[in-house]
């Protein structure tokens, strides 16, 4: 035994124990939180982060995909009314030289409401 005896009551009960045998108790109680502690976590790993994980990785595939969407819808709509506004042009100068402009007056009403709407999307 040790020069310095500690005295621990255990189940009711006084014990003399050596400071040694106490620190190694305390070394073993402190091993067994640790691994209690590990496994916690991995459950909450398993459970909880690995979920979540699947969930941001499904929100990253759905939003890449929703992108590259408006983004072809997008450029389609603009495809669009570039051609529409190069039919404008065209019939703003025939109108301009031609003998009856009131011809392409018409034309030119049926092509701008295409070419607001486009305007107001964009």
């Known amino acids: 035994m040790s020069p310095f005896p500690v005295v621990l009551a255990l189940n009711?009960?006084?014990?003399?124990?050596?400071?040694?045998?106490?620190?190694?108790?305390?070394?073993?109680?402190h091993r067994q939180i640790q691994v209690q502690l590990e496994e916690m976590l991995k459950c909450f790993h398993n459970e909880l982060l690995s979920e979540l994980e699947k969930k941001v990785e499904l929100?990253?595939?759905?939003?890449?995909?929703?992108?590259?969407?408006?983004?072809?819808?997008?450029?389609?709509?603009?495809?669009?009314?570039?051609?529409?506004?190069?039919?404008?042009?065209?019939?703003?100068?025939?109108?301009?030289?031609?003998?009856?402009?009131s011809k392409y007056g018409e034309k030119e009403l049926q092509v701008s409401p295409h070419t607001a709407a486009g305007r107001e999307q964009s």
Request: positive net charge.
């Open 59 to 101: 929100d990253a595939r759905y939003l890449t995909a929703a992108l590259k969407k408006y983004q072809m819808e997008h450029k389609s709509k603009g495809e669009s009314l570039e051609k529409c506004q190069g039919e404008l042009k065209k019939l703003r100068r025939k109108s301009q030289g031609s003998k009856n402009p």
């Open 12 to 29: 009711g009960h006084l014990s003399l124990f050596s400071a040694g045998d106490v620190l190694f108790q305390m070394a073993e109680v």
